[in-house]
């Protein structure tokens, strides 16, 4: 609920002269057209016509005193808010954290989490089977050890059958046999 008391800057007991008087101070300051229209200043005297038509009639000001009454007793106040602002920040976290779990469990495929959940699942007393010492070997380690070893095979016959500069070089010329070139 809005205060219209604090966006006219006055007390609840301000007099109908403290009200014109506020509405005409803030309406000069907040004017659209005194501010280039920049929606911040429209917004604002907006808010403040909405106050002053309010407060400015004695029964409009009466129902309104009470529903603020009665909004301010319901025990709703800023430090509740932020109460339930952090309570929920917390349980955002955790579920957030549960489902990051959950991905990654369904992702590694691995022993532990079949054997976290089996421990969740047990009755109490009941021995749970230990899970096995030896790592099984995933279907992608295999895959990855043969395309290495394939690169490292290409690699080794790259460089052995390739000719270096150096071999080019020390070839020896052809032997010559005696005679002069175009003669």
């Known amino acids: 609920m809005r205060d219209y008391y604090y966006i006219l800057g ?5 007099t109908e002269a403290d009200i014109k008087a506020a509405f005409r101070k803030l309406s000069h ?11 911040f200043f429209e917004e604002r ?3 403040i016509l ?19 009454r009665h909004y301010r007793s319901s025990g709703m106040n800023a430090a509740d808010l932020r109460r339930l602002e952090v309570a929920l920040e917390r349980m955002f976290e955790e579920e957030y954290k549960k489902r990051e779990q959950a991905i990654r469990d369904a992702y590694t ?13 047990t009755i109490p007393g009941e021995a749970i089977p230990a899970p096995a010492t030896g790592e099984k070997p995933r279907p992608g380690k295999k895959l990855l050890i043969a395309a290495l070893a394939v690169a490292i095979i290409i690699l080794a016959v ?5 000719k270096h500069p150096a071999d080019a070089r020390a070839t020896p010329p052809p032997p010559s046999t005696g005679q002069k070139p175009g003669g």
């Open 10 to 14: 006055i007390p609840p007991d301000a």
């Open 29 to 39: 300051r907040f004017h659209p057209d005194k501010n280039n229209g920049r929606r």
């Open 45 to 47: 005297f907006k808010s």
């Open 50 to 68: 909405e106050a002053y038509a309010v407060l400015s009639d004695a029964g409009k000001r009466k129902a309104y005193d009470e529903k603020l």
């Open 109 to 121: 495929m691995g022993e532990r989490p079949i054997h976290a959940t089996a421990a969740q699942k």
């Open 158 to 162: 790259l460089l052995f059958t390739r």
